[in-house]
C-alpha cells in the first residue's frame, strides 16, 4: 500500500497515528519535497506548523528504521516561484501529482484538498483534524474575579491589571521574574490547545506575533525579532452588561429600535467600550434583529445568534463585501481605528445596514471629528448620528448629529447661512457644537461658554479680518477679537485711510459681511505695545517648510495623515485644515487661504503646525 500525504496530514501528526493503529502498517510511505519545502520554510518562520510537522516526520523517520513502514522522500523541490504561489494551491497540486504517479492513497485534513483531489479521481482518505476538550490553561492561575488582564515578559515579574471597570491598576501579582522557558512551555500549551479545541482558534499567525481567541481569553504572544524579548499579554471581560445596566438605556433603546442607525461608541482605552457595544448587540439580537460582528481580534463576547466575522483574505472591504450579501440589520464594527476602517463603516451605513462602530477617543466630539477628511462632510449625519461617550464603564454623554441650513452661532448676516452639522446634548437637546465649511476650511465650534475658546469663530473672525485688511496696507496687521461681535485692528499710522475706505466703506463691508463690529486704531494704541512694537504669540508645534508649486502651496506632514491640524505663522492663526492621504496638505493657489499663507512666506515668517 502506498501513501501520499500532504502537509496538513503530516502537521497533524495523523500518519504515525494510522500506522500505530495498524491502520497503515506495513505501508510504503511516500513525503514529497514539496511537503518539506513548506515545513522547513514554516519552521525557519518561526510558525508551530513547521515545528509540528517535522517532529512528525522524524517519528516517521523512527518507524521506519524499526520496520513498521517503509519511508521514501519523492517528487522534487518547488521552484520559488511556485512556492510564492501556495496560497493558490500550486504545491497542493505537485501533491496530487504524485500520489497519482505513484497510484497511492492520498491522505489529507485538508478538506478543499479533499474534494479536489476526489474531483481528480485520486484513492483520498480525509482526516478530520484534531479536536479534543483542554481543561483550564496554565496561565489561567494569574487570574482572579477582578483581574482583566495579565502580561509576562522574560526576566520580569508578572503583572496584572486588576480592580473594578474604570478603576484599574497595573500591579505587580508574583515575586518571581518570568524565564524564556516558561513562556515558551505557556506558548506551546495555548497554540496546541486552540487547535484542538472547539473552544478556541488561531485569529493571527504572523512571524512574531500570534494571537489566540480562547475561551474568553484573548492571547497575544510576541517573541523576538519582532518584539525584543517574549511576552504574552492574556485579556478577559471581567464584566457582561445588558442594556439596563447603563444610564439613559430607555432612550437608547427605543432609538435603537426606531431604525437602522449609525452609531459610534467612543471612549479611553479601557473605559468599557466594548463591554457597551457587546451589550447594543445582544439587545438588538434580542429585539428581532439579524447582528453580525466585524472584529480583528474577534473578542466581543456575545451569544451564539451573533455570528462573528473577522477580516476576509486580510481585508475588511471583502467583510463588508460579504455582509452586504448577507444583509444584517445592524453590525457591530470593533474597532473603526484606520482610515479604511471609516471607509467601510460609510460604504455600509450608506448601503442601509445599522452600524455601531467602536472608537477610541479622548472626548466625545473626536469621534466625530475622526471622520472629518475620511468622508464628504455633508454625509458625515447620515454615516453617524449618534455619538455615545463611556467612561469608567458608564455612558457619560450621547450626542445627537443633525444637519441644518443656518446661519452659524456667533455670525448675524443672512448670507451666510450654509449646511451646519448641529451637535446636540441626546437627553437636553442643547447644542454643543457646530461643524461647517468657512472658507474652505472645516471647522468644530464649541457653544458652550466653557468650552469656547480662540479655536471657533473668534479665529475664523480673526483670519478674515486679517486677510481683508492685510491686502490693502503696507505694514504689520494686528487683529484682537473682543466679545463675540466686536474686533480691534491696530495697523500702522499711514494705513488707517486705506482700511477705513472712502466714507468708511471699506470698513463698513468687512463689518457687514462678518456680522462684526470692528475699531480701527494705530499700534502705538495697543495696551500691550512698547514703542510701537507689539507682542507676538510664541510659536508652538512643528516648523514645516511649504513649498510653492504652479497650482498648491504644499505643507509636508508625513506621519500625520488623517490629522486635524492648526496652521500658524509666527504663533498667529492661519487656518485649520486635514492632513491628506499623502502625508502633506495642498492648499489651491488663488485661494484666500492661499494668498495669507504665502503673504506669511513673503514676510519670512515661521510657519508651523500643531495638532488640533
Do not use: C
Request: aromatic share 6%; no cysteine; charged share 30%.
Amino acid at each position: 500500500m502506498n501513501v501520499v500525504p500532504d502537509t496538513s496530514a503530516v502537521v497533524d501528526g495523523r500518519i504515525s497515528a494510522k500506522i500505530d493503529d495498524g491502520e497503515f502498517a506495513g505501508a510504503t510511505v511516500l513525503i514529497p519535497e514539496a511537503v518539506v519545502s513548506e515545513l522547513e520554510s514554516q519552521a525557519n518562520n518561526g510558525e508551530e506548523n513547521g515545528w509540528n510537522g517535522l517532529s512528525e516526520l522524524q517519528r516517521l523517520a523512527a518507524l521506519a528504521d524499526t520496520g513498521d513502514i517503509e519511508l521514501e522522500y519523492v517528487g522534487v523541490r518547488p521552484e520559488p516561484e511556485q512556492q510564492g504561489y501556495a496560497h493558490r494551491g500550486e504545491i497542493d497540486a505537485l501533491i496530487r501529482e504524485l500520489a497519482d504517479e505513484y497510484d497511492a492513497t492520498f491522505v489529507t485534513s485538508d478538506l478543499v484538498q479533499s474534494e479536489v483531489a476526489q474531483a481528480k479521481g485520486l484513492d483520498v482518505e480525509y482526516i478530520s483534524p484534531k479536536t479534543r476538550d483542554v481543561g483550564r490553561l496554565s496561565i489561567e492561575d494569574y487570574f482572579d474575579e477582578q483581574t482583566m488582564s495579565v502580561h509576562l515578559r522574560v526576566d520580569m515579574p508578572p503583572m496584572a491589571k486588576r480592580g473594578e471597570v474604570g478603576e484599574m491598576h497595573y500591579q505587580q501579582i508574583r515575586d518571581e521574574v518570568s524565564t524564556e522557558e516558561d513562556l515558551k512551555e505557556y506558548t506551546q500549551e495555548i497554540i496546541e490547545s486552540a487547535k484542538q479545541s472547539t473552544e478556541g482558534f488561531i485569529e493571527i499567525d504572523e512571524p512574531g506575533m500570534t494571537i489566540v481567541q480562547f475561551r474568553d481569553y484573548r492571547i497575544a504572544i510576541a517573541e523576538p525579532p519582532f518584539a525584543d524579548a517574549w511576552e504574552i499579554t492574556a485579556v478577559r471581560p471581567i464584566v457582561k452588561t445588558s442594556m439596563e445596566d447603563y444610564e439613559h438605556a430607555d432612550e437608547l433603546k427605543g432609538r435603537l429600535l426606531e431604525r437602522q442607525r449609525g452609531v459610534l461608541i467612543s471612549g479611553a482605552p479601557g473605559a468599557g467600550k466594548s463591554t457597551f457595544a457587546q451589550a447594543v448587540a445582544e439587545f438588538l439580537a434580542n429585539n428581532d434583529f439579524a447582528v453580525k460582528t466585524m472584529e480583528k481580534p474577534r473578542d466581543l463576547q456575545v451569544g451564539p445568534e451573533i455570528t462573528q466575522y473577522t477580516e476576509l483574505a486580510g481585508q475588511m472591504e471583502k467583510t463588508a463585501d460579504s455582509l452586504l450579501m448577507v444583509r444584517p440589520d445592524y453590525t457591530i464594527y470593533d474597532e473603526v481605528r484606520k482610515t479604511n476602517d471609516f471607509e467601510v463603516f460609510a460604504d455600509m451605513r450608506l448601503a442601509g445596514v445599522g452600524m455601531v462602530g467602536v472608537v477610541h477617543a479622548t472626548r466625545p466630539i473626536d469621534a466625530l471629528q475622526r471622520l472629518i477628511g475620511r468622508v464628504e462632510l455633508g454625509m458625515i449625519p447620515q454615516i453617524v448620528d449618534t455619538v455615545v461617550y463611556i467612561e469608567a464603564g458608564q455612558i457619560e454623554k450621547v450626542y445627537d448629529v443633525t444637519t441644518q441650513v443656518k446661519v452659524p452661532e456667533g455670525m448675524m448676516e443672512e448670507d451666510l447661512a450654509r449646511p451646519v452639522i448641529v451637535v446636540e446634548e441626546f437627553e437636553t437637546q442643547t447644542p454643543e457644537y457646530e461643524i461647517y465649511t468657512f472658507n474652505r476650511q472645516v471647522v468644530t465650534v464649541p457653544l458652550q461658554e466653557g468650552d469656547r475658546d480662540e479655536g471657533g469663530v473668534s479665529q475664523l473672525a480673526k483670519q478674515e479680518i486679517e486677510r481683508e485688511i492685510q491686502s490693502v496696507t503696507r505694514g504689520r496687521v494686528d487683529v484682537e477679537i473682543q466679545g463675540q461681535n466686536n474686533a480691534v485692528v491696530y495697523v500702522d499710522e499711514n494705513d488707517i485711510s486705506y482700511v477705513i475706505g472712502k466714507g468708511g466703506g471699506r470698513i463698513d463691508d468687512i463689518e457687514n459681511r462678518l456680522g462684526m463690529s470692528i475699531d480701527v486704531r494705530t499700534h502705538e494704541d495697543k495696551p500691550s505695545s512698547v514703542g510701537g512694537s507689539s507682542t507676538q504669540t510664541e510659536p508652538r508645534g512643528d516648523v514645516v517648510i511649504p513649498e510653492i508649486t504652479s497650482r498648491h502651496v504644499i505643507i509636508p506632514l508625513d506621519g500625520h495623515a488623517g490629522e486635524t491640524v492648526e496652521v500658524q505663522a509666527d504663533g498667529d492663526y492661519l487656518f485649520t485644515a486635514t492632513v491628506g492621504r499623502g502625508g502633506d496638505i495642498q492648499v489651491s493657489r488663488g485661494s484666500a487661504i492661499a494668498e495669507e499663507l504665502e503673504h506669511a512666506i513673503d514676510r519670512e515668517r515661521q510657519i508651523t503646525v500643531v495638532t488640533a
